[in-house]
């Protein structure tokens, strides 16, 4: 039942999707109107899949690499549902959606997904790794989002043309005040996440495991977060500095991530 839950609210983020490409080129109010409605019930039953999921396998963590997309992906609704409410636009739904589908989707068909079986699993020290982790992950991800919103943005103003969403989008302002809370708020959930690997790692495999590509690069991913958030708070970097600065953080998150399919011990896999 939880993978049928996850494929039909894969059908209702696949209407987010299209709303997403046609609203780059056109307007359409008829899917303006209907699109959160849409969302909200998949974004209900993709907690009801991940729910009946945790139930059936007597734990927290994400027990297989597609469990963990979907995580993502339901928590980077989650930030959206956040902003929504908060900033009453469906504007960050162009890089959301999209992510958002593809991450389920991928959940959703993938077949046989390698599942993780260290006993290292259920300690309560990687329930904590893994919560503020994906937290940091998707508000990061939601940080870039409102950085191209804001690029998008400054070359509409410039050229005077707007059309589809581009016509609709918040002030520049609001925008980089999306991406300025969204980085805040994810950076102590990134910090005490890694702390939480950190012991983890240490208790259960030793120095050697800090060598292993997917730590190495969830460093680099780090530091870099670490340069954004200082220089938009100590240098008051804004708007297409700090734009830029985002991209790369998460251009830097996604190899963070993407380590976790080549990354043999982090990966959990009990010899």
Same mark, same amino acid.
């Given at each position: 039942?939880?993978?049928?839950?996850?494929?039909v609210a894969?059908?209702?983020?696949?209407?987010?999707?299209?709303?997403a490409?046609?609203a780059l080129?056109?307007?359409?109010?008829?899917?303006?109107?209907?699109?959160m409605?849409?969302?909200g019930?998949g974004?209900?039953?993709?907690l009801?899949?991940?729910t009946?999921h945790?139930v059936?396998?007597g734990r927290?963590?994400?027990?297989s690499?597609?469990t963990?997309?979907?995580?993502?992906?339901f928590l980077?609704?989650v930030?959206f549902?956040g902003?929504?409410?908060?900033?009453r636009?469906?504007?960050?739904?162009?890089?959301?959606f999209p992510?958002?589908?593809l991450l389920?989707f991928?959940?959703?068909?993938?077949?046989q997904?390698p599942?993780f079986t260290s006993?290292?699993?259920r300690?309560?020290?990687i329930i904590?790794?893994?919560?503020l982790i994906f937290t940091?992950? $998707?508000?990061l991800f939601?940080? %870039?989002a409102?950085?191209l919103l804001? &690029?998008?943005?400054e070359?509409?103003l410039? /050229?005077?043309?707007?059309v589809g969403?581009?016509?609709?989008?918040?002030a520049l302002?609001?925008?980089?005040?999306?991406?300025?809370r969204?980085l805040?708020?994810?950076f102590?959930f990134?910090?005490?996440g890694l702390v939480?690997?950190s012991v983890?790692a240490?208790s259960e495999?030793?120095?050697?495991y800090?060598?292993d590509?997917k730590?190495?690069?969830?460093l680099?991913?780090?530091?870099v977060y670490?340069?954004?958030v200082?220089?938009?708070?100590?240098?008051?970097w804004?708007?297409?500095? $700090?734009a830029?600065?985002s991209? %790369?953080?998460?251009?830097a998150?996604i &190899?963070a991530w993407?380590?976790?399919y080549? /990354?043999?011990?982090?990966?959990f896999?009990?010899?």
């Amino acid at each position: 039942m939880p993978l049928f839950w996850l494929r039909v609210a894969v059908g209702f983020y696949g209407l987010g999707l299209l709303y997403a490409l046609l609203a780059l080129v056109r307007r359409h109010d008829i899917i303006s109107r209907i699109i959160m409605p849409v969302i909200g019930i998949g974004f209900v039953l993709h907690l009801v899949s991940l729910t009946e999921h945790y139930v059936n396998v007597g734990r927290l963590t994400p027990d297989s690499i597609h469990t963990s997309e979907s995580l993502l992906a339901f928590l980077i609704m989650v930030f959206f549902t956040g902003v929504y409410i908060r900033y009453r636009t469906t504007a960050p739904g162009i890089f959301v959606f999209p992510l958002v589908f593809l991450l389920t989707f991928s959940a959703a068909v993938g077949l046989q997904p390698p599942h993780f079986t260290s006993p290292a699993l259920r300690s309560g020290w990687i329930i904590v790794h893994v919560a503020l982790i994906f937290t940091g992950y $998707a508000a990061l991800f939601f940080s %870039f989002a409102a950085s191209l919103l804001y &690029l998008l943005q400054e070359r509409t103003l410039k /050229s005077k043309h707007a059309v589809g969403l581009m016509s609709r989008l918040p002030a520049l302002e609001v925008i980089d005040q999306m991406g300025y809370r969204s980085l805040l708020l994810g950076f102590p959930f990134m910090t005490f996440g890694l702390v939480a690997g950190s012991v983890i790692a240490q208790s259960e495999f030793g120095a050697h495991y800090f060598l292993d590509p997917k730590i190495v690069l969830s460093l680099l991913m780090y530091a870099v977060y670490m340069v954004l958030v200082y220089t938009r708070w100590n240098s008051g970097w804004r708007g297409r500095k $700090a734009a830029y600065l985002s991209t %790369f953080a998460f251009l830097a998150a996604i &190899l963070a991530w993407a380590a976790n399919y080549v /990354s043999g011990v982090h990966r959990f896999i009990a010899p």
